[in-house]
Nanobody, 125 residues
């Protein structure tokens, strides 16, 4: 099991930017896919972005493509989510996730088996 701690959430106006970080500890972090998911009030968990270990192959949901960028620093055991041009509909709790078996994920939550507690992102109009 790997422990994940997110940071960087907050309140921002529409059109603004935030960068989320997810620090990992525990078992080997770097060999498998990492991802970001979000959950808005009254809604289910939604895929945001994933990234592989080698080569940085990424996958994004259509709702964030072109605005969000996922990256990872394996030396620091950290994955990032740069969020630009934020919209009120991006308001949610954002959680990072780590897989113990999947090298590349297209965003299925079942690909991931370790989850952080989440960080709140609120975008005002």
């Amino acid at each position: 099991q790997v422990q994940l701690v997110e940071s960087g959430g907050g309140l921002v106006q529409a059109g603004g930017s935030l960068r989320l970080s997810c620090a990992a500890s525990g078992r080997t972090f770097s060999r498998y896919a990492m991802g970001w998911f979000r959950q808005a009030p009254g809604k289910g968990r939604e895929f945001v972005a994933t990234i592989t270990y080698i080569g940085g192959r990424t996958s994004y949901s259509d709702s964030v493509k072109g605005r969000f960028t996922i990256s990872r620093d394996n030396a620091k055991n950290t994955v990032y989510l740069q969020m630009n041009s934020l919209k009120p509909e991006d308001t949610a709790v954002y959680s990072c996730a780590a897989s113990s078996r999947t090298y590349y994920s297209r965003g299925l939550s079942s690909d991931f088996d370790s989850w952080g507690q989440g960080t709140q992102v609120t975008v005002s109009s």
